[in-house]
């Protein structure tokens, strides 16, 4: 989560640099900061806190579309967050719906809607699953990944299940204590990871 964050740009850190797109982050001007926010989202553990309760999901959507001006008509606006809504499956009839009146998997799909009003290219799943029922976790993984094909997008997906990340990652970095401790294609881990860290962290949950 603390990586996730600094990727967005939201902490400092000490060490180290991140690069996107060749530029070193902390060098962006104000001008470029604000193509980057656009570009990298970021799909919070808890829809509920992060989505705002005095406001409709229609306006939640909304939202970033009118605070970076890009869709500037009303109705295009509303037409746009309408079809933001059919892409992750959910109708028209919650445009005037506000989140206490949602289950927990239907928020987190108006997180994912907020999040790809603005199409980004590149979207940090910070636990973006952990707090739902098992059969919801598989469906809003199921949608992540269709909507990773049907736009063309790049996840970091943070998790401390195993399962989902085999599910989810092409390439799996492995942390302790804020560390890299290995980084493997998905497939190589599961069948040989070289840390013993790994090692014993899949030794610890049902086999594969």
Request: net charge positive; aromatic share 10%.
């Amino acid at each position: 989560t603390t990586l996730g964050r600094i990727l967005m740009n939201l902490l400092e850190f000490e060490h180290g640099g991140i690069f996107y797109r060749q530029k070193r982050l902390s060098k962006l001007t104000g001008k470029e900061l604000k193509k980057f926010r656009q570009n990298v989202q970021i799909i919070f553990q808890d829809p509920y806190s992060s989505l705002n309760p005095k406001m409709s999901v229609g306006q939640i959507i909304e939202e970033p579309i009118k605070y970076y001006r890009f869709i500037t008509n009303p109705q295009d606006r509303k037409q746009r967050v309408i079809a933001l809504l059919n892409n992750v499956k959910l109708n028209e009839s919650y445009f005037n719906r506000f989140p206490h009146e949602l289950s927990g998997g239907q928020r987190q799909r108006v997180a994912i809607a907020r999040v790809l009003a603005l199409n980004p290219e590149f979207i940090i799943c910070d636990e973006a699953v952990s707090g739902l029922d098992v059969s919801i976790q598989a469906e809003i993984l199921n949608l992540l990944q269709e909507l990773k094909e049907k736009f063309q997008l790049t996840y970091v997906f943070i998790s401390h299940d195993f399962s989902v990340i085999r599910f989810m990652a092409d390439r799996i970095a492995v942390m302790k204590d804020g560390r890299l401790v290995e980084l493997s294609d998905s497939e190589q881990l599961f069948k040989a990871a070289q840390n013993s860290y790994t090692q014993n962290l899949l030794s610890s949950v049902p086999a594969f």
